[in-house]
Antibody
Framework: EVQLLESGGDLAQPGGSLRLSCAASGFTFTNYALSWVRQAPGKGLEWVSAISGSGGSTYYADSVKGRFTISRDNSKNTLYLQMNSLRAEDTAIYFC????????????????WGQGTLVTVSS | QSALTQPASVSGSPGQSITISCTGTSSDVGFYNYVSWYQQHPGKAPKLMIYDVSNRPSGVSNRFSGSKSDNTASLTISGLQAEDEADYYCSSFTRRSTPIFGGGTKLTVL
């Protein structure tokens, strides 16, 4: 059974940093790209970032480029999102999502999602 | 890049069919056959319902179907059931090699 478990969400001050983690199980981790998708309270889904199965390719939304860094540790089956220079508009539930395309390239279609971790940016 | 355009809400009675539209541009919906649809119940994670315009993942009811014409994709739910009441989001791959989501549609089963 595929499981994605996010952690690391917290209250952070504007300009601060947080690191989110997503522990994965139930599939061959290196064979699939992974992404972060966020949802502000009461709002719709917003794609944030993606990483290929090998970690060699990364992709970012314009809204987070230069502030967020996606990475993965294939020896630990874990995905990360380093969030720096946080802004109030980054407040959201952050979901970890698994690509449905075997092979590691990012098709950015998501067949499994975690339950999300809440990031609140406020002073 | 603006979100794909979806109606804010749609409604239907049990047993009826409804269609949710998703309008993009020639740089996303119109360019690729990579449109997906997600269902999200309150407080839950999204669930993939349709991918590559019209393909259903294993386990998704055949009451759900997808199509596309030019820059507009559509999700049709036939034989509406109470459990279908949820938010629905479309998504498309774009020429920037990133995905974009629609603003979401709230489906109410009357």
């Amino acid at each position: 059974e595929v499981q994605l478990l996010e952690s690391g969400g917290d209250l952070a001050q504007p300009g601060g940093s947080l690191r989110l983690s997503c522990a994965a199980s139930g599939f061959t981790f290196t064979n699939y790209a992974l992404s972060w998708v966020r949802q502000a309270p009461g709002k719709g889904l917003e794609w944030v970032s993606a990483i290929s199965g090998s970690g060699g390719s990364t992709y970012y939304a314009d809204s987070v480029k230069g502030r967020f860094t996606i990475s993965r540790d294939n020896s630990k089956n874990t995905l990360y999102l380093q969030m720096n220079s946080l802004r109030a508009e980054d407040t959201a539930i952050y979901f970890c999502a698994k690509d449905n395309s075997w092979g590691g390239n990012a098709a950015m279609v998501y067949d499994y999602w975690g339950q999300g971790t809440l990031v609140t940016v406020s002073s | 890049q603006s979100a794909l355009t979806q109606p804010a809400s749609v409604s239907g009675s049990p047993g009826q069919s409804i269609t949710i539209s998703c309008t993009g541009t020639s740089s996303d919906v119109g360019f690729y056959n990579y449109v997906s649809w997600y269902q999200q119940h309150p407080g839950k994670a999204p669930k993939l319902m349709i991918y590559d315009v019209s393909n259903r993942p294993s386990g998704v009811s055949n009451r759900f179907s997808g199509s596309k014409s030019d820059n507009t994709a559509s999700l049709t739910i036939s034989g509406l059931q109470a459990e279908d009441e949820a938010d629905y989001y479309c998504s498309s791959f774009t020429r920037r090699s990133t995905p974009i989501f629609g603003g979401g549609t709230k489906l109410t089963v009357l």
